[in-house]
Each structure stands twice: as C-alpha cells, then as structure tokens.
C-alpha cells in the first residue's frame, strides 16, 4: 500500500471528481506549480494508484437501461467454485460490479439491462446456467439516489 500525503489525497479527490481537470487548474486548486502535479499524477499511473480514467454517463441520456441488483448463491463455496464464477461473471457485460460477499449470499452483482425482458434472459438464461449457481435473488432500482465513483481517502 502506498502512503499518500495530504496534497496527494486532496489532489486523488480533485481527480476522482473530474481527471479532465487541467495540471494548471489543479495547480492553482493545491498552491503548487504545475511541475510537482504532473509528477505526482505520473507516479499514481505507474504505481497503479489510478488503475484507469473513465467517462462516467448518465445513462437516461444515453439510452433507456435499468438497474438491478442480484445476490447470487452457489450450491459450494470452494474456492475452485468461487474462482470460476468470478470468471465467467467477468465476461457477461451487463455485470458491471461484482462482490464476493460474506453472509447469506456469495456474489452481489450490479447489472445494467435495457429492460425487464433483457434482465429475465440475462438472469434466467445467462446467470442461472453458470456452474455451480443455486439460487438468483432480484432487486429492482427504482430511483438512483446517489451514485459515486470517488472513493474517500482518510
């Protein structure tokens, strides 16, 4: 794990809140010159402490799409199994997060799908026939509260 400064956590938020932001705008935000910024965010891209930059969309702009969460258990929970899920998961687009969780379920998926129809092939075609899948449980978003890719940095 990296230690991380104060100016390099006040910068990690300025970020995550918009990596479009110019190295001048950035400098000006920290008190710093431009030189130290751009030193900084070169060493979070080659120690991997900034994994990727990314467009976030609203997607009632872009198209009509519905969220779903689905807590997944599996029929064994040994680690060849748990493995295997995580992998065939990873290939199924729609699945845009997946946990391994502790508690009553195994896997907790985020899925983006066009509709409930997609979402019942997806589920009832796609997921339900992965190995080892035992048990799919629904939850539909009706409103997106709050979304947000900025992870606090204490």
């Known amino acids: 794990?990296?230690?991380?400064?104060t100016i390099d956590k006040r910068l990690l938020e300025l970020l995550q809140k918009d990596a479009k932001t110019?190295?001048?705008?950035?400098?000006?935000?920290l008190n710093l010159t431009k030189t130290p910024i751009y030193e900084r965010m070169r060493r979070?891209?080659?120690?991997?402490?900034?994994?990727?930059y990314v467009a976030v969309l609203d997607t009632?702009?872009?198209?009509s799409s519905m969220v779903v969460f689905c807590?997944?258990?599996l029929e064994s929970q040994k680690l060849s199994?748990?493995?295997?899920?995580?992998?065939?998961?990873?290939r199924i687009p729609e699945v845009i997060e997946c946990y391994?969780?502790?508690?009553?379920?195994d896997f907790l998926l985020k899925v983006v799908v066009e509709d409930l129809e997609a979402y019942h092939k997806l589920s009832s075609g796609t997921l339900a026939a992965l190995p080892n899948v035992s048990q799919i449980k629904s939850t539909f978003v009706l409103n997106e509260v709050k979304r947000s890719?900025?992870?606090p940095l204490f």
């Open 60 to 63: 009632t702009k872009v198209k």
């Open 149 to 151: 890719s900025v992870i």
């Open 71 to 73: 807590s997944v258990s």
């Open 22 to 29: 110019n190295t001048k705008e950035l400098a000006n935000k």
């Open 81 to 90: 199994a748990i493995e295997s899920f995580g992998k065939a998961v990873n």
């Open 1 to 5: 794990m990296t230690k991380l400064d």
């Open 44 to 52: 979070y891209d080659r120690e991997g402490i900034i994994k990727k």
């Open 100 to 105: 391994l969780m502790g508690g009553a379920n």
